[in-house]
């Protein structure tokens, strides 16, 4: 579902974000992306929905090297993306449904398909009842969970997530990850870039681990110490 073979990103400041890095997603995988403060989490996913664009290498989604896909087309591709940020990104002069019908408005989805959609949505993240409330009435988590049900309420095969829990408690942090556990078990592919260790760790995922830029660890133990030490010196 997703690929990328020996893919670079550098900057016009001459930054390389990513170093030739080569990793396959398969459709329905659910994977933590972390590593260091600056070490490419955010620059990956952003490739991934074509925020940025590769320097080298290739970027694949779902068969389409969207490397090389013309501007036009990309609004497609994230018809098939969700994306979730960690300040949430709200339209605060907006209510909570507005919030979360904006993906079905631009796709000019009718009315009351709209309405069932996002009713659906809110109702998976617990928020049933709170559609007209504005996102500055609501918790950081709750907040949260809006981005969420935006991010899912087109139904999209894939979502990014990019440190959906640096600012919850650990209490909180848990739920959000049981959410995207549910996306994941109805066959959504997701890939979620934390620096919480600890909470990947108990998530039995695969955990791809980024320093500097290139893939240090792939698998589904403990990131390795290296990163932790390397953490250390921030």
Same mark, same amino acid.
């Given at each position: 579902?997703?690929?990328?073979?020996?893919?670079?990103?550098?900057?016009?400041e001459? &930054?390389?974000?990513?170093?030739?890095?080569?990793?396959?997603?398969?459709?329905?995988?659910?994977?933590?992306l972390t590593g $260091?403060?600056?070490?490419?989490?955010?620059?990956?996913?952003?490739?991934?929905?074509?925020?940025?664009?590769?320097?080298?290498g +290739?970027?694949? %989604?779902?068969?389409? !090297?969207?490397?090389k896909?013309?501007?036009s087309?990309i609004p *497609?591709l994230r018809? !098939?993306?969700?994306i979730?940020?960690q300040?949430? +990104?709200?339209?605060?002069?907006?209510?909570v449904f507005?919030?979360?019908?904006?993906?079905?408005?631009?796709?000019?989805?009718? $009315?009351?398909?709209?309405?069932?959609? /996002?009713?659906?949505?809110?109702?998976? %993240?617990?928020?049933?009842?709170?559609? #007209?409330? *504005?996102?500055v009435?609501?918790?950081g988590?709750?907040?949260?969970?809006?981005?969420?049900?935006?991010?899912v /309420?087109?139904k999209?095969?894939i979502?990014?997530?990019?440190?959906?829990?640096?600012n919850?408690?650990?209490?909180l942090?848990?739920?959000?990850? $049981?959410?995207?556990?549910?996306?994941?078990?109805v066959?959504?592919?997701i890939l979620?870039?934390? &620096?919480?260790?600890?909470?990947l760790?108990?998530m039995n #995922?695969?955990?791809?681990?980024l320093?500097q830029?290139?893939?240090?660890?792939?698998?589904h133990?403990?990131?390795?110490k290296?990163? &932790?030490?390397?953490?250390?010196?921030q």
């Amino acid at each position: 579902m997703i690929r990328f073979d020996n893919t670079t990103k550098r900057y016009s400041e001459g &930054h390389e974000a990513l170093s030739s890095i080569s990793f396959d997603l398969n459709e329905g995988e659910m994977s933590f992306l972390t590593g $260091h403060s600056g070490a490419g989490k955010s620059t990956l996913l952003k490739l991934i929905a074509c925020i940025e664009r590769p320097t080298r290498g +290739q970027v694949v %989604v779902n068969g389409v !090297n969207i490397s090389k896909l013309r501007k036009s087309k990309i609004p *497609y591709l994230r018809r !098939n993306i969700g994306i979730i940020f960690q300040n949430h +990104q709200l339209l605060f002069d907006r209510t909570v449904f507005d919030n979360i019908a904006l993906p079905l408005v631009i796709q000019g989805l009718p $009315h009351r398909e709209i309405g069932r959609r /996002v009713r659906a949505a809110l109702d998976k %993240v617990n928020l049933l009842g709170k559609e #007209k409330l *504005y996102p500055v009435t609501l918790s950081g988590g709750e907040q949260q969970r809006v981005g969420i049900a935006r991010a899912v /309420v087109h139904k999209p095969p894939i979502i990014l997530a990019d440190e959906p829990t640096g600012n919850l408690d650990p209490e909180l942090s848990a739920e959000i990850m $049981h959410l995207f556990e549910q996306f994941n078990q109805v066959g959504v592919c997701i890939l979620i870039a934390s &620096h919480d260790i600890d909470l990947l760790n108990k998530m039995n #995922k695969r955990i791809i681990t980024l320093q500097q830029g290139k893939i240090i660890y792939d698998g589904h133990e403990m990131a390795p110490k290296s990163y &932790h030490n390397h953490e250390n010196i921030q």
